[in-house]
């Protein structure tokens, strides 16, 4: 037990997409907080690299493509070889396809539930064997404001995120006993790679803020204080939560 409920010092954090955007945002947190990091994204994460590191914190990218199962066991492998154990797993990697549901491909159903749904499934089972074995762990899996409402255009991720919903209980349901907390976190409509199209798009963009009780878009740090609570001792007794973070939209 740390001194301080949200201290990291001494907890291994793996993020998933954590090279930039929500991500990055969220590893820097974490490290700001003590914890040492994990990247992987099929892209490198030098700049959270440094970031991490210029924080005092170890630092490791891993590249792999987690729109597939096969890279699972050699990442989580490394990762407790060469940064000694892993205590915290956050689910942040996911993608977005935009088109009618009329129109929409079997292509982008099959790419955005790969990475969203099915690859944050069998890595958190992997990991979560891991956490059991070890007495504990934290599993944060980032959500969407679309794993509560419906959306538009993007039937494959609104799917996909009531799905990590879903999970988000019933792994809680099965692990909470065995001293692994596993909670979500629902960001609102923030500042990222993700979001660029709708920002692009003057009547969205002005709707959308309209909406917003913060009267602004979320940037990449303002999910930083929800992922420390959710990864540090201070949640030791929240299990099955999806904790929004979305300058009051749902609130609306
Ligand atoms: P982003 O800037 O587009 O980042 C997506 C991240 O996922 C990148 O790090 C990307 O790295 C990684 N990724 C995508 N496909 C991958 C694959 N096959 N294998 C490994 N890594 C992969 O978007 P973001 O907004 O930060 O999104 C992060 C998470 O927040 C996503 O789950 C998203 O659905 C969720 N979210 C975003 C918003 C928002 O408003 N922005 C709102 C709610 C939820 P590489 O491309 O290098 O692989």
């Known amino acids: 037990m740390t001194s301080h409920p949200f201290d990291l010092q001494g907890k291994v954090a793996l ?8 991500g990055q945002g969220i590893a820097v947190a974490l490290a700001q907080a003590g914890a040492d990091i994990v990247s992987v994204a099929r892209r490198p ?5 440094e970031q991490v590191r210029a924080l005092g914190r170890r630092f490791l990218s891993i590249e792999a493509d987690l729109g597939t199962l096969e890279p699972i066991p050699q990442l989580l ?14 689910n942040n990697a996911g993608i977005i396809r935009r088109a009618d549901a009329v129109d929409f491909s079997e292509e982008d159903w099959d790419a955005v539930m790969n990475v969203n749904l099915k690859g944050t499934f069998f890595l958190t089972q992997a990991v979560g064997k891991h956490f059991i074995a070890q007495g504990g762990g934290k599993v944060i899996n980032i959500a969407s404001m679309l794993s509560f409402q419906g959306g538009i255009r993007v039937p494959s991720y609104t799917a996909s995120k009531s799905g990590i919903a879903g999970l988000t209980r019933l792994l809680a349901n099965e692990w909470a006993a065995k001293g692994v907390c596993v909670n979500a976190i629902a960001p609102g409509y923030m500042e990222t790679d993700n979001t660029t199209q709708l920002r692009a798009d003057a009547d969205r963009n002005r709707s959308i ?12 740090s ?6 420390v609570f959710l990864a540090s001792a201070a949640s030791d007794y929240v ?9 009051g939209w749902l609130a609306r």
Do not use: C, F, Q
């Open 15 to 22: 993020v998933t997409g954590g090279n930039v955007g929500l």
């Open 45 to 49: 994460s030098e700049e959270t690299g």
């Open 77 to 90: 492998a490394r990762t407790l070889e060469e940064m000694g154990g892993l205590h915290v797993l956050v």
């Open 209 to 220: 803020l309209e909406r917003i009780p913060a009267a602004r878009w979320g940037k990449p």
């Open 222 to 227: 303002d999910l930083g204080g929800a992922a």
């Open 239 to 247: 299990h099955g939560a999806i904790l929004p973070v979305d300058g």
